[in-house]
């Protein structure tokens, strides 16, 4: 401590005033004060952002299960639409000639033509929920 007292001139040095203590020692209180605030806002927003984060990551998985869930829905109504067409009893189609003979079979030909617009219908529906 003499080696750093006798290489500087500590005559030219002013003492510092009892006030000038105080004063210091307030701002530094103060700016201490500002710091804690801070740090306090920041753990906050830092935990609000954390919220937004988790509430994100389950709205997401849950979105998610969402959309698996709807696509297997409409797998099913698909495969049912296309298993009930598959197993319709198919014959011929009713020639011109026995629809404009007024065939018996003309029943038939309705149920066939309701089988595809029930066909077209599903179809259409697929192409909505998928497009």
Known sequence: MEAIASAYDLT????L???EIQDAVEELKRSTAAIEKQTETLRLQ???MNTLIKNKSRNDQAR????????RKWSTEK???VSSVSYAPRRDLVSYNSISAGSSDLGYL???ILSFAQLSFFWFLALIKTG
């Open 79 to 81: 495969d049912q639409a």
């Open 17 to 19: 005033e009892q006030d």
């Open 110 to 112: 309705n149920h066939e």
């Open 12 to 15: 030219a040095i002013r003492g």
């Open 46 to 48: 830092q935990n609000a």
């Open 64 to 71: 998610i299960q969402s959309e698996k869930s709807q696509l």
